[in-house]
């Protein structure tokens, strides 16, 4: 028996001694689904006759649809363009999207995207944002971050060969040609952040025809190409596609596997001097993961006698860009009932999907783009634990924990962050990507979330033996349509839209604002894939073009 068919027998069986004996019938796990509600977003496809009409109507001069990241950087540059006559409607009971956070047993935690890498000079938005919020601030002539939100030491660690190892990166007990392939790739790295501009946000760029090149194949062709098979290699590679891009490198395109590393601080073999330099903290993180900024961009939006400009409980079910407003219809699920909205401008900061079913008259570009797109499912469970857990020889606890060879992303420790050093009650937060098929939706919908708690688990019942015996809750969220997957033509596609270069009949680039007459797209899903840096960028270019085209109109 192989040592990988034998280590899966070994987490099968530990799943099923686990499962039988450390759920006592006198204390048995408390869990469930928690977060969105499927419900609401399908009302949109099951609900196929006429909605009644808008039993009120609402006019405001700048109106934002959905309240995750895009959408709240989309009201904050708008306010900061002067701009407060606006409204924010967002479709669930909280904002922020796929970076929620919530409290369990009292304790915070992600339900989504946990943490932030600290910006770099080509995302100057983030790094504002960043600045505003006290956690970014310059001494003696340099930038600091606040050493609160820096990801504690020890960041990361892996589970391989029976005891936890430093760093995800697998480096045990490498051959002579394994190390030479890790140097390789970290070489072809080097090369293309040397020969290509890669950047985050996107749009600060032109696209080169290499990175072109690398966008019409998966990047684990790319990788056969160069020879790079080994399995430490190939496993790490897959799993850092899986954490950004929600499917693994046989789906994503080349350009988006290399763009992982060479957009931030490349590939460091393990061994070299740069390998030590990145084990420096450049992640920022809370506890309740990226929810807590989510929370500071919120703040400004709620508490007024009106309720804020921010409403939630509100579904998009019609958009139409008419001669004098934007007329926007919402199903407002508290007071069961149509609201029509009226506005002078409108940033559509919905997954391209949506935003396409519900626009009268979509143009072509946005229908095509709903046709291209792929969307990659996930689900996130969070494990309330009434002490810390035993652990196995090797490296201490981490913030980020991964087992070799695991189809998951690990988990997180919310308790990480924590400046009291005795040890207390947790959570622990398991992350795993289910790719682009329609069969992993289709679990999600019908699996109990017992089927989740197991299949989050089962690869950490080995190194965590114990890990029932102080459980107290597991709380399962389903995100359906988590992100878009930068699959090959993603490029391409991006720089043939409106304002993208190809587009123009000039170099190729991906537009950083998509407008066409009131209307205005502000997404990740129109930089291809989902990450904080893009999804804020589009939101805040969005609010601002729009805050200046408002400008005029406004009383001094």
Not at 84 to 109: F, H, K, W, Y
Request: hydrophobic share 40%.
């Amino acid at each position: 028996m192989k040592r990988r068919d034998w280590l899966s027998a070994s987490t099968a069986g530990a799943l099923s001694l686990g499962l039988a004996g450390c759920l006592r019938p006198a204390a048995p796990l408390d869990g469930g689904f928690e977060g969105a509600s499927f419900e609401r977003g399908h009302l949109l496809r099951e609900k196929p006759q006429r909605w009644p009409a808008p039993a009120v109507s609402r006019r405001v001069s700048a109106l934002v649809l959905g309240g995750g990241i895009a959408g709240l950087a989309a009201a904050r540059a708008l306010r900061q363009g002067g701009v407060d006559d606006l409204a924010v409607l967002e479709m669930a009971d909280q904002p922020g999207g796929n970076s929620r956070g919530r409290e369990l047993g009292g304790l915070a935690c992600p339900t989504g995207a946990h943490y932030l890498p600290v910006p770099g000079d080509d995302a100057r938005e983030v790094q504002d944002l960043l600045e505003e919020l006290g956690l970014r601030r310059r001494e003696a002539g340099r930038w600091v971050y606040d050493e609160q939100a820096l990801c504690h030491s020890p960041q990361e660690r892996l589970y391989q060969h029976g005891e936890w190892h430093e760093g995800l990166l697998p480096s045990q007990d490498l051959s002579p040609a394994a190390l030479a392939q890790y140097q390789r790739f970290a070489s072809l790295v080097a090369q293309e952040q040397k020969q290509q501009r890669y950047t985050l946000p996107l749009s600060r760029q032109t696209l080169s025809p290499g990175q072109l090149a690398l966008d019409t194949q998966t990047f684990a062709h790319w990788l056969n190409q160069q020879g790079l098979n080994d399995a430490g290699l190939r496993w790490y590679l897959d799993y850092c596609c899986r954490d950004d891009y929600g499917a693994g490198a046989e789906q994503v395109s080349a350009w988006a596997g290399l763009h992982y590393f060479a957009s931030r601080h490349g590939f460091q073999a393990p061994g070299s001097d740069a390998a030590a330099q990145a084990a420096e903290s450049s992640v920022l993180t809370w506890p309740e993961g990226n929810g807590w900024l989510v929370d500071r961009l919120a703040a400004p939006l709620q508490g007024s006698h009106r309720g804020g400009p921010l409403y939630t409980g509100r579904l998009v079910l019609r958009i139409e860009d008419q001669r004098h407003a934007v007329a926007v219809d919402v199903w407002d699920v508290a007071q069961q009932r149509v609201e029509r909205w009226l506005a002078a401008h409108c940033v559509v900061a919905l997954p391209v999907p949506v935003a396409a079913r519900v626009q009268t008259a979509a143009p072509d570009w946005l229908q095509a783009t709903t046709l291209r797109w792929q969307h990659a499912a996930w689900v996130v469970g969070n494990l309330q634990l009434a002490a810390p857990l035993a652990d196995r020889p090797g490296a201490a606890p981490a913030w980020d924990n991964v087992a070799y060879g695991s189809a998951g992303l690990g988990y997180v420790n919310a308790a990480h962050q924590r400046l009291d050093p005795r040890p207390g009650p947790t959570v622990l937060t398991f992350y795993s990507a289910l790719g682009t098929a329609a069969a992993a939706r289709r679990d999600l919908l019908t699996q109990p979330w017992t089927h989740w708690r197991d299949l989050l688990l089962k690869d950490y019942l080995v190194p965590h033996p114990d890990l029932f015996d102080t459980a107290q809750r597991f709380s399962v969220t389903r995100h359906g349509h988590a992100m878009a997957v930068p699959v090959p033509g993603t490029l391409a596609h991006l720089s043939r839209l409106p304002g993208g270069g190809a587009h123009r009949g000039r170099a190729p680039s991906v537009p950083a604002v998509l407008a066409e007459g009131r209307l205005s797209w502000a997404h990740s899903d129109w930089s291809g894939y989902s990450v904080f840096e893009e999804a804020f960028t589009r939101g805040h270019d969005a609010g601002r073009a729009v805050a200046q085209q408002l400008r005029g109109r406004l009383p001094a």
